[in-house]
């Protein structure tokens, strides 16, 4: 079976974590920081072996999901109407957890610097692109804003999924500016995130509300002109 190019690259980026891992992995401390604050300061940590395997291993698991999700999904004809966007964000999704991957190793590899920062500009292009891929989506299960709302209605899922998409790419833009405040880093990504989330179900709702409105007022009228 030949291996489409998406495949490809998500496999090597995978192959290379591992073979960056058992390289690094004796030069390692004991005890590897895996998690840092608000601060940027290290405040967790974890054996040699899960810092240095975790995110590759990770990364398998959300491989299998990548292959799974298009076969699995009661509708997944419309998934491949847009399955070159669900491509690219896997392999933007691959991209970031190996620069994360990256940071974390160099980071207890004695290389010190401010990790939440490092991460902004990534974080952004994922965020970015979240909103291209949401503005291309067709309803399906799996991939999207899925309140019940808009998996009633394809004309609820495509008007949520456009605003959802231009809010998306906007937060993708603050949390870029996110970088240059370290200080408020953290605001900077989970305030756009949390308004998107709300206002893109509240959204979906009065949508569906207007369109049962209009759909009863053509069926009164359809039934008086009868």
């Known amino acids: ?20 891992g058992i390289y690094l992995y004796p030069l390692m401390p004991e005890r590897m920081v ?29 491989f299998l999901l990548y292959l799974i999700i298009p076969q699995i999904d009661p509708l997944k004809e419309n998934i491949k109407k847009f399955r070159k966007y669900f491509d690219g964000f896997f392999i933007l999704l691959f991209l970031f957890l190996f620069y ?7 980071w207890n590899f004695g290389l010190k610097f401010n990790i939440g920062q490092a991460m902004m500009p990534a974080l952004a292009i994922l965020f970015y692109y979240c909103g291209v891929l949401l503005e291309k989506a067709k309803r399906n299960w799996f991939i999207g804003i899925k309140t019940p709302w808009t998996l009633s209605s394809d004309k609820v899922w495509d008007k949520t999924h456009q605003l959802g998409g231009r809010l998306f790419k906007i937060t993708g833009l603050i949390v870029l500016l996110g970088a240059f ?32 409105k209009s759909k ?10 009868g």
């Open 1 to 20: 079976m030949r291996i489409k190019t998406t495949e490809f690259i998500i496999i090597s980026l995978i192959l290379f974590s591992f073979i960056i």
């Open 34 to 62: 895996s998690h840092w604050n608000i601060k940027g300061e290290a405040d967790d940590y974890l054996s040699k072996f899960w810092g240095v395997f975790l995110i590759p291993l990770i990364s398998i698991g959300l």
């Open 100 to 106: 994360v991957y990256l940071l974390t190793i160099f």
């Open 181 to 212: 405040f370290k200080e408020y880093i953290l605001w900077f990504v989970l305030v756009p995130i949390i308004i998107t989330a709300i206002y893109t179900i509240a959204y979906s709702y009065f949508e569906y509300q207007k369109v049962g």
């Open 216 to 225: 009863k007022f053509r069926e009164i009228q359809n039934k008086n002109n």
